[in-house]
């Protein structure tokens, strides 16, 4: 099986934007996260969150099934595949059914939104509470590209109460903080 490292050079070989990349790990600590919360893989979970948008940038019109052939190709686990495939069930037509499924899709857009939510204050993720989260959440006009509907969607289909959700997200991207450069002390609080 690929390891991190691999994931990582196939990351930096397919994506270019900065903020896609953050991104991708952003989603990665969260999903790792609820791995060790859960007693799953760490690894094997990571690494669905790692490349879940691996040809976002590529081959938006085809996205995920660009990458999805490329990681067979590589030998990626299908359980990476199949969650990879059900992130955008719309588009596939794959439902999220394990609960990794279900996670990397509940994590996918409110990580992009607890992400903007800790570049906008002087002390980053260090303090951040799932009230101000849910504050921005309910602000449409906050990180606009951030799809509530997705979340919401994401919130029901992991079964947990809001708050302990976003809660959950804050404490895996607090777990990669430095690398996501999310720290006070990054954003000069
Ligand atoms: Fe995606
Ligand atoms: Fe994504």
Not at 71 to 94: K, M, N
Not at 164 to 180: F, K, M, P, T, Y
Request: aromatic share 4%; hydrophobic share 40%.
């Amino acid at each position: 099986m690929p390891d991190r490292a691999d994931a990582v050079r196939l990351l930096e070989e397919w994506v270019e934007n900065e903020g896609l990349r953050k991104h991708m790990y952003a989603v990665e600590a969260a999903v790792r996260h609820y791995a060790k919360l859960r007693g799953e893989d760490e690894n094997v979970w990571g690494l669905a969150g790692l490349l879940h948008d691996l040809d976002w940038e590529k081959h938006p019109d085809r996205h995920p099934m660009v990458a999805v052939e490329r990681l067979r190709e590589l030998g990626y686990p299908e359980e990476v595949v199949q969650a990879i495939l059900a992130h955008r069930s719309d588009f596939t037509g794959v439902e999220p059914e394990s609960e990794l499924d279900k996670v990397l899709l509940a994590c996918d857009e409110l990580s992009g939104l607890v992400y903007a939510a800790c570049l906008v204050r002087p002390t980053g993720v260090d303090d951040l509470k799932p009230k101000s989260v849910t504050k921005k959440l309910k602000d449409k006009t906050f990180a606009a590209g951030v799809s509530r509907e997705e979340v919401q969607r994401g919130i029901e289909l992991i079964g947990l109460d809001r708050a302990e959700h976003i809660q959950n997200v804050i404490d895996g991207l607090r777990s990669a903080a430095a690398e996501l450069g999310i720290r006070g002390e990054d954003l000069g609080g």
